[in-house]
């Protein structure tokens, strides 16, 4: 089993629409939850962060994480052709005896399309 | 801009030649991460500084690479007889103010023929 896991893509939306993207993770420790967005040739850009079970709305992004299923998901909402991308979901693991504070684990990536 | 810099942007190199890569991280921050990214997958960890101290290293890691960080401040990581395998991009990362969420540098991208 993956320690990090994304929904199987690519995933294309009309623009306008809601994407959905879905992670899991493995490690009941991990503490901290983060998307990444990284256009074709670049480096990945954080885009949301949430630690705590529920919610978190940024603008037309929204992440939601839910710890009991080891579940974290990111909706875009009125999708754009400017957020085709990869989506990266990443996690910081259980602490492991203070040596590797902050160490992002990631999934494989979602590639997110938006047709006009 | 993330206020994480790396140098050169785009690499290529033969097989077998050595390769080094500069990172200087967002400033004043005393943690700094390499990570390796292949087409089609996610970033994978390498290695961690806290300061100058070398306190973590990847499997992925082999005896080809070494990563220093002197005095605390830039990192380099250095590949030795380069094989095709290396080609990726290399990622440098470094903590924002919240101390947990990771900022990236533009990464080098390795070529190696």
């Known amino acids: 089993q993956k320690e990090v896991e994304q929904n199987s893509g690519p995933l294309s939306v009309p623009e306008g629409a809601i994407a959905s993207l879905n992670c899991t993770y493995s490690d009941r420790g991990s503490q901290s939850f983060f998307w990444y967005r990284q256009y074709s040739g670049k480096s990945p850009e954080l885009i949301m962060s949430i630690y705590s079970n529920g919610d978190k709305e940024d603008g037309r992004f929204t992440a939601q994480l839910n710890k009991a299923s080891q579940y974290v998901s990111l909706l875009i909402r009125d999708s754009q052709p400017s957020d085709s991308a990869t989506y990266l979901c990443a996690v910081i693991r259980g602490w492991a005896g203070g040596t590797s504070y902050g160490k992002l684990t990631f999934g494989q990536g979602t590639i997110l399309t938006v047709h006009p | 801009d993330t206020g994480v810099s790396q140098d050169p942007r785009h690499k290529i190199t033969k097989r077998g030649q050595n390769v080094t890569f500069r990172c200087d991280p967002i400033s004043e921050h005393n943690r700094l991460y390499w990570y390796r990214q292949t087409l089609g997958q996610g970033p994978e960890f390498l290695t961690y500084f806290q300061n100058e101290a070398q306190l973590e290293k990847s499997r992925l890691l082999s005896d080809r690479f070494s990563a220093e960080r002197p005095k605390g401040s830039f990192s380099t990581l250095e590949i030795q007889r380069t094989e095709q395998g290396d080609s990726a991009m290399y990622l440098c990362?470094?903590?924002?103010?919240?101390?947990?969420?990771?900022?990236f540098g533009q990464g080098t991208r390795l070529t190696v023929v």
């Open positions: 990362a470094s903590p924002g103010q919240g101390n947990t969420e990771a900022f």
